[in-house]
């Protein structure tokens, strides 16, 4: 049900909700029609044009709890629901996969709902086989020709294996136990999807799969759902098999090769609604080791970083590229480095904002890929930051010298882009400079 002209979109949109039914009801060892918890009729999708009408829509089924995602499926009226922002559908029409990968993912958690009689699946299976369909149905998506690993996969890969040298991954038998996560939405997200992965591509898998079956056979209350997998499941395996389980679970996490990972922020936009502008980084290799943490002490004396970075606009047309490196904070606000296509090298200073600034976050979204036939020419950007000043080159130039005092290497560190800027990172190297009472500042 569209909820605005949408045109080819809603049929393009069923057709996905479609796939990825079947995909969950193969899954769940049920047909398509499954054993529905009424003779209501079939589940509904609904797209939305405008956040108004979709955050209406979402107060009165969810009270809020889905306003930033800008997607969700809710048993009580068995339907999807999605939002296409109309003010971005240019925009987001240029994003191959967009649609179609929220789609899928919203309509598999409703198939396991509706399948399975409203079952409340614990949320490691609920978001894994959501996650699964997501990814099974993005495995022949013809935008991904060519081009490394799935986006989304290897954002989830890296933030998993950034919680492993952290310490702060969940165990799996505290996961089966029910223990509560701490960990933001993002991060339990990724870590809930890499398990069902990991789960459902061994024996294990056929375990997780017998109890889920039983549950939407009717063989298992679907109210019991939730305490049920994880109990029969920690029940099937002896202690020993149990932690043998962990060790492979953070072994297949760290045998994972990166691809990519997007980021998406808004740090400077008046409208700073979710979801108002989406914008895209791409970082290779693993983004975790260049930064210090907060948990970390921050290098007193300074730090220098090289990055390789090929910019590319997305409408040359329309707009210049513009990347940006976030050095920390200066008065409680994060202090950017910025790099535009006209030879400009600016430092400037932005205000949080709703949508985490400089936070690494999973993207359903595909950013928008250039020409491989015109692919950019790498450019090598070197900052020195020394209290009291930070210098930055463009290598081949002359460095360009700022002063900053009360900069704070704080943890808020990362790339970003400004609006229509797709840019491919490479390369990050990040070294603290040993204090020498002797050396004044200089440039690189």
């Known amino acids: 049900h569209c909820h605005f002209p949408c045109g080819e979109l809603g049929d393009e949109a069923l057709a996905v909700a479609r796939e990825s039914w079947a995909l969950t009801a193969g899954f769940l060892g049920q047909s398509q029609d499954g054993v529905r918890r009424s003779a209501d009729g079939p589940a509904t999708l609904h797209l939305y044009g405008s956040w108004e009408d979709y955050l209406a829509e979402e107060d009165r089924l969810a009270g809020g709890t889905f306003r930033e995602t800008g997607a969700f499926a809710s048993r009580d009226d068995r339907a999807a629901h999605v939002l296409v922002p109309g003010e971005l559908s240019a925009a987001l029409g240029r994003i191959p996969g967009h649609h179609r990968r929220t789609i899928a993912h919203e309509a598999a958690h409703l198939a396991s709902y509706d399948l399975a009689r409203g079952a409340f699946w614990p ?119 149990m932690a043998a389980m962990e060790e492979e679970f953070r072994a297949y996490l760290s045998g994972g090769a990166l691809g990519w990972v997007e980021l998406f922020r808004s740090l400077e936009e008046e409208d700073a609604r979710p979801g108002s502008w989406i914008q895209y980084a791409i970082v290779e290799a693993q983004v975790g080791s260049f930064a210090w943490r907060a948990a970390e002490p921050a290098p007193t004396r300074g730090f220098r970083l090289t990055v390789q970075v090929e910019p590319t606009p997305v ?130």
């Open 315 to 444: 409408n040359p047309e329309a707009d210049p590229w513009e990347v940006r490196v976030a050095l920390g904070t200066r008065g409680g606000d994060p202090l950017l480095v910025a790099l535009d296509g006209e030879g400009g090298i600016h430092l400037r200073s932005f205000p949080p904002n709703p949508l985490g600034t400089l936070e690494t976050l999973a993207s359903r979204a595909r950013s928008p890929r250039p020409d491989p036939a015109s692919e950019p020419e790498p450019i090598t950007m070197e900052v020195r930051f020394e209290p009291g000043e930070v210098a930055v080159r463009v290598l081949g130039e002359a460095p360009v010298v700022f002063p900053a005092p009360g900069l704070s290497p704080s943890g808020l560190w990362g790339p970003g882009v400004a609006p229509g800027t797709l840019a491919r990172w490479r390369g990050w190297r990040v070294s603290p400079l040993a204090p020498a009472a002797s050396e004044g500042p200089s440039a690189p």
């Open 123 to 241: 949320p490691w299976l609920a978001e894994g086989l959501a996650g699964w369909a997501e990814r099974r149905l993005a495995l022949d998506d013809a935008a991904f020709a060519g081009r490394r690993d799935d986006p989304w996969a290897s954002t989830h890969l890296w933030r998993v294996q950034r919680m492993m040298e952290l310490g702060t991954l969940p165990g799996v038998e505290a996961t089966f136990s029910g223990a509560p996560v701490e960990l933001s939405l993002p991060d339990a997200y990724a870590f809930w999807i890499e398990l069902f992965h990991f789960l459902a591509q061994g024996s294990y898998g056929e375990r997780i799969q017998e109890v889920v079956r039983a549950v939407a056979s009717q063989e298992i209350p679907a109210a019991r759902a939730w305490p049920a997998v994880g109990e029969i499941v920690q029940e099937t395996l002896s202690p020993q098999e």
